[in-house]
C-alpha cells in the first residue's frame, strides 16, 4: 500500500489537468484499488474529483446536476437525455451556472450505453422513468461504475435480483438513492432511537401520502395540475409515471417511507423483513380529477379509462426481529402531505401527523409533548454541521445530504449505506404488495437478497457527522 | 291496534303502582306486543317506566347504574353480583342515591339465572367479564327479556352465530352497548359524513390504543397502577381482563374503534365486511411494567410469565363496498389514549390524533385545518339537544347518549341501532384476528350473520335528535 500511495501523492503534486492524462492516472488508481480490493488490503485511495455523468436529466436530474455544480469535487462531463424540453432545460442549467457543458447523448433511450462506452467515469446518476431503473443500472454496475440510482418500487422479484447479481458481478457498488432518511425530523429522531429514548422498537408506520393529481395529469407543456392528459400527451412526471396507476394496483412507491424505517430498525443488517401483506381501496380518485377539471369533463376520453390502482394502498410487514410496520400509499385523492411516520417502542413514541412525542418517565403520563424541544436536543451531528450548506437544496434541504452521501462514498470507492440489497428489499415491497393484492391479501414472504448476510451485516448509516 | 292502545292508555290513566297490578299489566303489554309483532303489525306501544336489571355491577355497571338512577322511566330493581367488594360499593350508590335497593343476586356467577327466572324485567344490562358475555346474552333473550350488552371481543365465529341464533329465536331484541358511537367528534363526523363533506368513502382508521399496563395490574384493593398483580390476586378489570393478555394473540379490544367506523359505512346496512388480515408485534410491555414496577421486579412471579398478546396487533379489513379499514389494538406501551381515527373520502379526510380536516376546495390546497369550526358547524342534533343533560356522565359525556337510547329503544321495544348483528360481526373481529395471527397473517373472511339481510337493512343511527 505504500507503494500506491506514493504513487498516488506523485500523481497530485502534478496536478495533471490534461484530459489524456488524466483517464489513465484515473484507470491506474481503477484498478490498483482493485488489486488492494483483491488482496483484502484497505483502500486507502480516495478520489478527489469525480467524472460524473447523470442518466435522465428531467426535473430530478436537473436538481441533482443542480447540486453537483455547486460542489468543487466533481465535474459533470456527460448527460443522458433523449427529450429535446428537458435537454434545453438542461443546457440552460449549465449555462446559467457559467459551466461547461458536458457532452451530451440524447439519440433516442438508449444512447446511455454508448455513453458508458466512451466517457471514462467515476460515477453515473441513475434519474429515469422507473421502468428504465434496473437495466441501466445493471449497464452500470457490468462497466463497474460507481452508480446513484433513484428510487422506484419493482416490477418483479426477478429484477431485484437482477440488481443484486449486477452488484455481485461487479468491481463497484449501487447507491439506492433514498433522499428522506436525510430528513431533520427523521435523523432527528433514529439519533434518538440510538440513544434508546424510545426503548425496544416494536412497531413502525410510514408511507407515501402525496395528492399526486396534478402530477399524474397536465397540460403537456407545463408539470402541475394544468389539464388532464398523461402519457404521450403528457409532461414530466405525468408523461410516464400516471401509466402505473392506469394498471397496477399496489403500493408504487413505498421507499420514503420504507428507507428510514429500515435504518430505525436495522432491516439487513441483523434484522429483515418477513412478509408483507396489502389491500387496496376501490379507484376513485383520478377519474374523479378529470371528470372535474376544467380541461376534463366527463366526455374527455381519459374519462373513460379504468384506473387499477386503489386510491388507498395498505400494507403491513412482519420482521425478524418481532417489529410490525405499516405502510400507506394515498397518491390519488385530495390530502395534504404526509409520510405519516410512527416510531414506537416500550418506552415511547413519536407520530409525526400531530408532531408529537410521548417518553415514559420524561412525559406527563398519557399526554402527548410537542416534537419540537426533543428534535432540537437531538438534531443529528450530520444536520448540526452541515445545515447551512443544505439552506435552498431540495425537499427542504435533505437532497444536500444524499448528493453528498453519495459523492463521498463514490471517493472512497465505499459500500454505500444503502446498498443494493436494501435497494432490492426495499423496490421488492411494490412487487409483493401488487401480488398480495391480486390473491386476496395473502401473506407475500420476503427474499433474503443478502443470501444470509444480514445476519452479520452492520448498520453504519450516519453514525457520526461526516457524510 | 286502537283496542290496544286504548286498554294501555286506559292502565296509564290509572296510575297503577303497585307492584301486583304492575306485573299483570307489563306481561300484558309483552303479550299483545308479541301478538302485535308476530301479526306484522306496527307496535305503539310504549312502556313508561321499565323495571331494569343489571348483570355486573363492577365499576362499569355501577356507572350504568348511576345514569339509570338519575332517570324518571326506570327503575333498577334487581342487580347480580357475586363478588363482595362490588356488591358493598353498589349498595352505597343506591344509598348515596337515596334509592330504594334493588333486589341482589350475589349467589356465585350463576345467580343472575335465578334472577331472570323470579324478576318482571323489562331490560337487562350486561357488565360482567367478557367470557360471561354471550352465555349471559343468550339466557336473557330466551326469557325474552330487552338485553343491553357491554362490548367485548368473541372467543369464536360459533359464540357470534350463539348470539345471532338466540336473537332469532326471541321475542326481543339485543342492543350492543356501544358508546363511543355516541362520542361528541365522532357523531359530528357522521353529521358531515351524511352531509358529504368528504365525499364518498374510500378509506377508514380506527382501534384502540390505551396504555392499560395500570388498568391489567394492581395491589388487589384499587384499580389502577398499584401493583403487578392480576387474577385472583387482582382487583376490577385485573382479576379478568389480564389474562387474556396472558393467552391470547390477537385484537382483543376491536369494537370502540370499529362501531363508530360501521356507521360511516354502514356496515350490516348496504355493506359488509369480506375479509380481515391482522399481525402482531412482539410482546415485551406487560413483562417490563412487572420488572420496571417498584412492586414488582426480575424476580417477582409475575415476571416469568410469556405474555402472549403481542403489544401491537394491527389489522385490515376489505369491504363489500370498496372502502379499506385499518385497526389498531395497543394497550401494553406508554403512550397517550387515541382511538386513531381516520375518514378518508374523495373529497377530503378527517384524523383525530392531529385534530384535523382536509376538504378540498374549502381547505387551501395541501394543508390541513384545525378540525374545530367543522365540528361547530356540523355538531350532531343529538349533541345540540342534550349536551347539558349528558354533562358529568361517564367518557366524556358518551355514556349518558348510550344509556337514553337502551332505555328509549327498549321503552319502544324497538329494533337497536346497534343490534345483534353488529354485535355478531364486530366481536368475530376479535377471533378472526386470532385465526389470520395463528396462520401467518392469512386472510378470514367474515361470515354474513345476517344470512344476506345486509342488502337491503338501513343504517338509522341518530338521524335526528330523539335518541
Same mark, same amino acid.
Not at 333 to 340: A, E, F, I, Q, V
Given at each position: 500500500?505504500?507503494i500506491?500511495w506514493?504513487?498516488?501523492?506523485? %500523481?497530485?503534486? +502534478?496536478?495533471?489537468?490534461?484530459?489524456?492524462?488524466?483517464? *489513465?492516472?484515473? *484507470?491506474?488508481?481503477?484498478?490498483?484499488?482493485?488489486?488492494?480490493?483483491?488482496?483484502?488490503?484497505?483502500?486507502?485511495?480516495?478520489?478527489?474529483?469525480?467524472?460524473?455523468?447523470? =442518466?435522465?436529466?428531467?426535473?430530478?436530474?436537473?436538481?441533482?446536476?443542480?447540486?453537483?455544480?455547486?460542489?468543487? &469535487?466533481?465535474?459533470?462531463?456527460?448527460?443522458?437525455?433523449?427529450?429535446?424540453?428537458?435537454?434545453?432545460?438542461t443546457?440552460?442549467?449549465?449555462?446559467?451556472?457559467e459551466?461547461?457543458?458536458?457532452?451530451?447523448y440524447?439519440?433516442?433511450?438508449?444512447?446511455?450505453?454508448?455513453?458508458?462506452?466512451?466517457?471514462?467515469?467515476?460515477?453515473? =446518476? =441513475?434519474?429515469?422513468?422507473? !421502468?428504465?431503473?434496473? +437495466?441501466?443500472?445493471?449497464?452500470?454496475?457490468?462497466?463497474?461504475?460507481?452508480?446513484?440510482?433513484?428510487?422506484?418500487?419493482? %416490477?418483479?422479484?426477478?429484477?431485484?435480483?437482477?440488481?443484486?447479481?449486477?452488484? +455481485?458481478?461487479?468491481?463497484?457498488?449501487?447507491?439506492?438513492?433514498?433522499?428522506?432518511c436525510?430528513?431533520?425530523?427523521?435523523?432527528?429522531?433514529?439519533?434518538?432511537?440510538?440513544?434508546?429514548?424510545?426503548?425496544?422498537?416494536?412497531?413502525?408506520?410510514?408511507?407515501?401520502?402525496?395528492?399526486?393529481?396534478?402530477?399524474k395529469?397536465?397540460?403537456?407543456?407545463?408539470?402541475?395540475?394544468?389539464?388532464?392528459?398523461?402519457g404521450?400527451?403528457?409532461?414530466?412526471?405525468?408523461?410516464?409515471?400516471?401509466?402505473?396507476?392506469?394498471?397496477?394496483?399496489?403500493?408504487?412507491?413505498?421507499?420514503?417511507?420504507?428507507?428510514?424505517?429500515?435504518?430505525?430498525?436495522?432491516?439487513?443488517?441483523?434484522?429483515? %423483513?418477513?412478509?408483507?401483506?396489502?389491500?387496496?381501496?376501490?379507484?376513485?380518485?383520478?377519474?374523479?380529477?378529470?371528470?372535474?377539471?376544467?380541461?376534463?369533463?366527463?366526455?374527455?376520453?381519459?374519462?373513460?379509462?379504468?384506473?387499477?390502482?386503489? &386510491?388507498?394502498?395498505?400494507?403491513?410487514?412482519?420482521?425478524?426481529?418481532? +417489529?410490525?410496520?405499516?405502510?400507506?400509499?394515498?397518491?390519488?385523492l385530495?390530502?395534504?402531505?404526509?409520510?405519516?411516520?410512527?416510531?414506537?417502542?416500550? !418506552?415511547?413514541?413519536?407520530?409525526?401527523?400531530?408532531?408529537?412525542?410521548?417518553?415514559?418517565?420524561?412525559?406527563?403520563?398519557?399526554?402527548?409533548?410537542?416534537?419540537?424541544?426533543?428534535? !432540537?436536543?437531538?438534531?443529528?451531528?450530520?444536520?448540526?454541521?452541515?445545515?447551512?450548506?443544505?439552506?435552498?437544496?431540495?425537499?427542504?434541504?435533505m437532497?444536500? %445530504?444524499? =448528493?453528498?452521501?453519495?459523492?463521498?462514498?463514490? *471517493?472512497?470507492?465505499?459500500?454505500?449505506?444503502?446498498?443494493?440489497?436494501?435497494?432490492?428489499?426495499?423496490?421488492?415491497?411494490?412487487?409483493?404488495?401488487?401480488?398480495?393484492?391480486?390473491?386476496?391479501?395473502?401473506p407475500?414472504?420476503?427474499?433474503?437478497?443478502?443470501?444470509?448476510?444480514?445476519?452479520?451485516?452492520?448498520?453504519?448509516?450516519?453514525?457520526?457527522?461526516?457524510?
Amino acid at each position: 500500500m505504500k507503494i500506491i500511495w506514493f504513487k498516488y501523492f506523485l %500523481f497530485s503534486l +502534478e496536478a495533471i489537468n490534461q484530459t489524456k492524462t488524466e483517464m *489513465k492516472r484515473r *484507470k491506474f488508481i481503477k484498478n490498483t484499488s482493485v488489486i488492494g480490493a483483491a488482496m483484502g488490503l484497505p483502500i486507502n485511495l480516495k478520489l478527489n474529483k469525480l467524472n460524473v455523468a447523470v =442518466i435522465g436529466s428531467g426535473l430530478r436530474g436537473q436538481s441533482h446536476i443542480g447540486l453537483l455544480l455547486q460542489r468543487n &469535487d466533481c465535474n459533470v462531463v456527460a448527460v443522458a437525455e433523449p427529450n429535446d424540453k428537458m435537454l434545453e432545460m438542461t443546457r440552460t442549467l449549465f449555462g446559467k451556472r457559467e459551466q461547461t457543458q458536458p457532452k451530451y447523448y440524447s439519440n433516442g433511450n438508449k444512447d446511455y450505453l454508448e455513453m458508458l462506452e466512451k466517457e471514462d467515469l467515476d460515477l453515473v =446518476i =441513475i434519474s429515469t422513468p422507473w !421502468k428504465w431503473h434496473t +437495466e441501466m443500472a445493471v449497464a452500470c454496475l457490468k462497466k463497474n461504475i460507481y452508480t446513484g440510482l433513484e428510487v422506484s418500487g419493482a %416490477f418483479s422479484l426477478e429484477e431485484c435480483w437482477d440488481l443484486v447479481e449486477a452488484q +455481485e458481478n461487479s468491481k463497484t457498488h449501487l447507491y439506492f438513492l433514498e433522499n428522506v432518511c436525510f430528513r431533520k425530523d427523521v435523523m432527528a429522531i433514529l439519533n434518538m432511537v440510538r440513544n434508546d429514548l424510545f426503548g425496544e422498537l416494536i412497531h413502525l408506520e410510514c408511507g407515501y401520502q402525496h395528492d399526486l393529481r396534478g402530477v399524474k395529469f397536465n397540460d403537456g407543456k407545463s408539470a402541475y395540475g394544468s389539464g388532464v392528459e398523461f402519457g404521450n400527451n403528457g409532461f414530466s412526471e405525468s408523461s410516464w409515471r400516471t401509466e402505473h396507476s392506469l394498471h397496477r394496483n399496489g403500493d408504487l412507491y413505498p421507499t420514503h417511507g420504507i428507507g428510514p424505517v429500515a435504518q430505525y430498525i436495522n432491516i439487513n443488517r441483523g434484522n429483515r %423483513f418477513l412478509y408483507i401483506n396489502s389491500v387496496a381501496s376501490k379507484a376513485r380518485g383520478l377519474h374523479n380529477y378529470i371528470v372535474e377539471h376544467e380541461k376534463g369533463g366527463p366526455d374527455h376520453p381519459n374519462a373513460s379509462l379504468d384506473f387499477k390502482l386503489g &386510491d388507498k394502498v395498505t400494507s403491513f410487514i412482519k420482521c425478524n426481529n418481532g +417489529e410490525t410496520v405499516v405502510l400507506h400509499h394515498d397518491t390519488n385523492l385530495p390530502r395534504p402531505y404526509s409520510l405519516g411516520f410512527r416510531v414506537q417502542g416500550t !418506552k415511547g413514541l413519536w407520530m409525526d401527523v400531530n408532531k408529537s412525542i410521548h417518553i415514559e418517565g420524561m412525559s406527563k403520563a398519557h399526554r402527548w409533548e410537542s416534537q419540537e424541544e426533543y428534535l !432540537k436536543q437531538y438534531d443529528h451531528p450530520l444536520w448540526n454541521r452541515y445545515e447551512q450548506d443544505a439552506e435552498g437544496a431540495g425537499h427542504g434541504g435533505m437532497d444536500f %445530504f444524499l =448528493i453528498n452521501s453519495l459523492i463521498e462514498h463514490t *471517493k472512497r470507492k465505499q459500500i454505500p449505506c444503502f446498498d443494493v440489497y436494501d435497494a432490492a428489499t426495499w423496490m421488492a415491497i411494490t412487487a409483493l404488495s401488487e401480488k398480495s393484492i391480486a390473491t386476496g391479501s395473502s401473506p407475500q414472504a420476503f427474499p433474503d437478497f443478502t443470501r444470509g448476510h444480514w445476519v452479520t451485516r452492520k448498520n453504519d448509516f450516519a453514525l457520526g457527522n461526516e457524510y
